[in-house]
């Protein structure tokens, strides 16, 4: 990673001794609409509700939760896009809703979908994406060959089309162009969803590596149990926009007298991982 | 290097990377762009070709005709600019990159003020094409046009329509489905008070009024002075434009922010459903 880190830390200094995430009672609404109460009518739906944790330094932390939990509701409240409607959080000490900017240079995210300029290239795509955290050619033209040949993409393919690549290619690209910027906290929001087995697999070992070289934190959001027990310290569980727990694998499987992630799920919520579905999922996961 | 000239240049990098951007998008969309090119050409020439049909003798046809093109010149160069401004969100939304760019450490300003850029950059060369193209079909004659001043006064009011634009790049923000259509609105609105095919002089009173307001009143104005009598730059054209460019700017950079508050707020940066 020698010709990415320099950035970020130049504009924004990392303050020492307080812990990379604090999010204390945090809270989001949104607003849907409700037929019953009349044409115009809209009610309040809660996506976070007081929801509270701290994540320190260099930490890597698996949030759980079944969609429209409010795990994107969270990711998207940490890196800024969205403003909270109570409560806190601060990233290294910035208010993650007054120090927008300074948060944004410490900050990457790697989201479910892997969102590009189609008719570009992952070359192009990195180059854009670069250009936004002050790098210059002289920078990308060796970072984004090194990063791509990091994430195992082929070399051949660099100059080819967005929308010619495969899922788990694309996923790759969305994975370099985070760590391009040399993010202080890394935000994945589910970020081997829809992968083939062999793609995740290459995404979570190198979601390894980036832990063991670089000196970054990561929030992992997930519904993928196995993965959030292979790849993070302490696991929480986020259930309707509630935090239930945020311990290691081992307090949490104590604490309910179970075996497994899936178990603890049940004993935390009296439902089962994959039956949940009510009224508001489907308006949940819109936003969450 | 300091903090300061580290930012500065930061600052200016991001802007180059969003004309960078829109320069591979041109080049992957190029086909389509000559489509809509040739469409914008044939257009053009339904408006040109009612001075011929106004059976004015020639000298007055072609003064007719020359104004006629200038209009539906500047029509097509706001067009450009506009459409660029408001894809700043319509675009990045359809694509899915929207979030990424909205959590970058780019300021705004920048950020839509490397979209204005190009959009000019952009612009200009197509508003250039379009009255070459027309004027060689149309036969047009005008030997002592002053293009360095039409292009000038273009450039001028460039920053006032970027301003504007800026204003109407928030509609999808407020409205994904329906809000880039709006900003073509507010291009006719702006157009019709302009005098774009016709005087000033012919609105009714509280037209002309706006007309005052509008950065492309005293483009086209100019413009056709330049263009077909040759005249230079005129102060009472280019102090309007500057006036209204200081204004434009920082109300259109408020407008955003709070378009943009707006989205962040209610999670409309970015639907999913």
Known sequence: ?288 | MTAASVAVRRELVGLAGIVERNVYLTKRYFLWDLAFMVWTIANTLTIVFIARAAGLPPARENTLATGLLVGAVIWAFLGIIFEFMTETVAWERWEGTIEYTFMAPLSRSMHLGGMGAFAVLYGLIRATILFVVVAAFIGIHAPEANYAAALGLLAIASVSFIGIGMMTSVLPLISPEKGAQLGFVAQGMMLVVSGVYYPVSVMPEWMQALAKLSPATYAIRGCRAAIADGAGMQWADVWPLLVIACASIPLGLVIFRRGERYAKKHGKLKRSG
């Open chain 1, 1 to 288: 990673m020698s010709t990415l880190a320099a950035p970020t830390a130049l504009i924004t200094p990392i303050r020492r001794g307080v812990p990379a995430v604090e999010v204390e009672s945090l809270r989001k609404e949104f607003r849907r609409r409700d037929r019953r109460a009349g044409r115009f009518a809209k009610r309040p739906m809660t996506a976070l509700c007081d929801v509270t944790f701290t994540i320190e330094r260099g930490e890597c932390v698996a949030i759980l939760g079944q969609n429209g939990s409010g795990k994107s509701t969270l990711v998207r409240l940490l890196s800024t896009l969205l403003i909270n409607d109570g409560g806190e959080a601060r990233i290294f000490g910035y208010d993650a809703f007054r120090d927008t900017r300074a948060i944004r240079r410490l900050v990457n995210r790697v989201s479910v979908e892997a969102s590009f300029f189609k008719k570009m290239s992952a070359a192009e795509n990195l180059s854009y994406a670069a250009r936004f955290y002050g790098m210059g050619p002289s920078q990308t033209r060796t970072a984004i060959p090194e990063i791509l040949e990091r994430v195992g993409f082929p070399s051949d393919r660099r100059g080819e089309a967005m929308e010619n690549l495969s899922r788990g290619m694309q996923q790759k690209v969305a994975l370099a162009r985070a760590l391009l910027t040399s993010p202080v906290l890394l935000l994945l929001d589910e970020p081997t969803t829809g992968l083939d087995p062999r793609s995740k697999l290459e995404v979570q070992e190198f979601i390894k590596d980036v832990r063991a070289e670089h000196d970054a934190t990561i929030l992992l959001c997930t519904h993928d149990m196995a993965e959030a027990e292979t790849l993070a310290d302490r696991v929480g569980l986020l259930d309707r926009g509630e935090l239930l727990f945020l311990e290691p694998v081992e307090d949490v499987k104590r604490r309910y007298g179970v075996e497994t992630l899936e178990q603890a799920f049940f004993a935390a919520t009296g439902r089962a991982f994959e039956e949940e579905h009510d009224e508001d999922d489907d308006y949940r996961e819109v936003f969450g």
